[in-house]
T-cell receptor, first 115, second 115 residues
Framework: AQKVTQAQTEISVVEKEDVTLDCVYE???????LFWYKQPPSGELVFLIR??????QNEISGRYSWNFQKSTSSFNFTITASQVVDSAVYFC????????????FGTGTKLQVIP | ETGVTQTPRHLVMGMTNKKSLKCEQH?????MYWYKQSAKKPLELMFV???????ENNSVPSRFSPECPNSSHLFLHLHTLQPEDSALYLC??????????????FGPGTRLTVL
C-alpha cells in the first residue's frame, strides 16, 4: 500500500520569507511518480510538478524548487521569497500503476503568507 | 472554456432530493475521475473511467451513481444522500489511466451541502 505523509498541517510565514513544505512517501513499487498540487481558496487543485522515481534531479521553477531524495523517501517543496498569493493548501501525491493509475494524496499543508 | 469545468459550483440539497453534478474536460483526455474531499481527510478516489468504461468503483455507496457518456463528460448522480456526504466533489481528467504516469488535471469542484 502507498502512503503520503505531510506532517505540517499549517504553516504561517511573513511575506518574503522562504518556506519548505515536507512530504514523505511510502511505496514498494520501484516505478512511481510524485506530484505537488496547489489548492487556493477557490477549490481547484492546480498541478505544479511531476517527478518520476528514476529522476532525482532537483528542479527549480521561478520561486519554486523541489528536492527529491529517494534515500529518505522525501519530496520537499520550497517557496523562496513567499508572496500572499502563495497562500493555499498544498498537496503532495504519489502515483503507481495498479490496474489503473492509483494516486495517493497526502492530507495537505495549509500555508498562510502574512503581508 | 479550457481545462476542466464543473457545474454547479455550489449545491444545497435535502436528503430526499435527486441532483446531478456535471464535469466536462476540454483537454482531449480519455480518463476521468471523481474524488471526494472532506475536511481534515485526504482526497478519496470514488470512480475512474477510461475511454468511457468504468475501471474502478472505490467501494462507494450506491446513492452515488456515475455516468460517463463520452470521454469529455462525466456526471455524478446523487439521491437520498446523508449529511456526512457534504463535501467538495472534485472531477479530474488525464490522458489515460493505464500507465500510471499521467498527470491528473482538476476542476474547481462542487461544494455540496446535504441538509
Amino acid at each position: 500500500a502507498q502512503k503520503v505523509t505531510q506532517a505540517q498541517t499549517e504553516i504561517s510565514v511573513v511575506e518574503k520569507e522562504d518556506v519548505t513544505l515536507d512530504c514523505v512517501y511510502e511505496t514498494r513499487d520501484t516505478t512511481y511518480y510524485l506530484f505537488w498540487y496547489k489548492q487556493p481558496p477557490s477549490g481547484e487543485l492546480v498541478f505544479l510538478i511531476r517527478r518520476n522515481s528514476f529522476d532525482e534531479q532537483n528542479e527549480i521553477s521561478g520561486r519554486y524548487s523541489w528536492n527529491f531524495q529517494k534515500s529518505t523517501s522525501s519530496f520537499n517543496f520550497t517557496i523562496t521569497a513567499s508572496q500572499v498569493v502563495d497562500s493555499a493548501v498544498y498537496f503532495c501525491a504519489l502515483s503507481v500503476y495498479g490496474g489503473y493509475q492509483k494516486v495517493t494524496f497526502g492530507t495537505g499543508t495549509k500555508l498562510q503568507v502574512i503581508p | 472554456e479550457t481545462g476542466v469545468t464543473q457545474t454547479p459550483r455550489h449545491l444545497v440539497m435535502g436528503m430526499t432530493n435527486k441532483k446531478s453534478l456535471k464535469c466536462e474536460q476540454h483537454l482531449g483526455h480519455n480518463a476521468m475521475y471523481w474524488y471526494k474531499q472532506s475536511a481534515k481527510k485526504p482526497l478519496e478516489l470514488m470512480f475512474v473511467y477510461n475511454f468511457k468504461e468504468q475501471t474502478e468503483n472505490n467501494s462507494v455507496p450506491s446513492r452515488f451513481s456515475p455516468e460517463c457518456p463520452n470521454s469529455s463528460h462525466l456526471f455524478l448522480h446523487l439521491h437520498t444522500l446523508q449529511p456526512e456526504d457534504s463535501a467538495l466533489y472534485l472531477c479530474a481528467s488525464s490522458q489515460e489511466t493505464t500507465s500510471g504516469t499521467d498527470t491528473q488535471y482538476f476542476g474547481p469542484g462542487t461544494r455540496l451541502t446535504v441538509l
